[in-house]
């Protein structure tokens, strides 16, 4: 049993994510998309806000960050070193590959650029929070990187972990993600089976996060863009380049274009 996370919805679409720190009534908290939730939830279970771990710098993940610092004046902000100048409350920048203790847990940071320049995702025992960089079945738009460092960051960096590894994300995009996968790759399997266990999730109202990296690696199309099928279907938008990268760029522009 790896550590336990809460889940708090926010906003429309946002995931806040709670965790304890075992035998303390102390929380670390990523990506506070706003205070309320996050604030309901500590409370509930009578919690004090120890940290906050951010992945990125945009609004739905940080908008909650001042707001809880007024209330837990002690509380650490964590986020990419890069982004010290765009973090709300940042009190420490972490570097790519860094190991921390934070309270009893153990955290590593990974930088993986692409969503932003400034993206990482923190690996605690055996749960990697993704932000907006990795989602179920898909990934975040290229708002700052380029295809080639959005590849790396998620096949090599994020791929690279272990197949048992929990992914949650920043976003409930999973339903369309998984129909853009289906659209690209008609024969596979696992996405329809996916496709129905989610199905069944979101019906019953409940999230579809965690993952695995061993699903994501077999129903995400943008960790199988090798695949004979989705390269098939993208092959015209690649002007010669075969090159992974620019086959992540493709499926990624044919993402963007869908619906
Ligand atoms: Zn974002
Ligand atoms: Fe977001």
Redesign the pocket.
């Known amino acids: 049993m790896g550590i336990a996370v809460g889940i708090v919805p926010c906003l429309s679409d946002?995931y806040s994510y709670l965790m304890r720190v075992p035998g303390t009534d102390r929380a670390v908290v990523v990506d506070a998309s706003e205070a309320a939730p996050v604030r309901a939830a500590l409370r509930e279970h009578g919690l004090t806000l120890a940290a906050i771990l951010a992945t990125?710098h945009?609004e739905?993940?940080v908008g909650g960050n001042l707001e809880l610092l007024k209330e837990f004046p002690n509380a650490q902000v964590f986020g990419f070193e890069t982004d010290a100048g765009r973090l709300p409350g940042l009190t420490r920048g972490v570097k790519d590959g860094e190991r921390f203790a934070l309270e009893g847990l153990e955290v590593k940071a990974m930088h993986i650029p692409g969503h932003t320049l400034g993206a990482v995702a923190y690996l605690v025992d055996d749960a990697v929070f993704t932000?907006?960089t990795l989602f179920v079945a898909g990934c975040?738009r290229l708002f700052e990187g380029t295809p080639a460092q959005m590849y790396d960051s998620i096949n090599t960096r994020l791929g690279g972990l272990a197949d048992a590894t929990r992914v949650y994300c920043?976003?409930e995009y999973t339903a369309k993600n998984l129909e853009f996968a289906a659209a690209l790759e008609p024969s596979n399997q696992a996405v329809r089976d996916k496709s129905e266990r989610v199905r069944a999730l979101l019906a019953r109202g409940e999230p579809t996060v965690p993952s695995t990296i061993g699903e994501e690696r077999e129903t995400n199309p943008f960790l199988r863009v090798e695949k004979p099928e989705i390269l098939a279907k993208v092959a015209e938008d690649l002007s010669g380049d075969r090159s992974t990268a620019s086959l992540f760029g493709a499926v990624r522009r044919a993402k963007d274009r869908f619906r």
Request: no cysteine.
């Open positions: 946002n990125h945009h739905d993940h932000g907006d975040g920043g976003h």
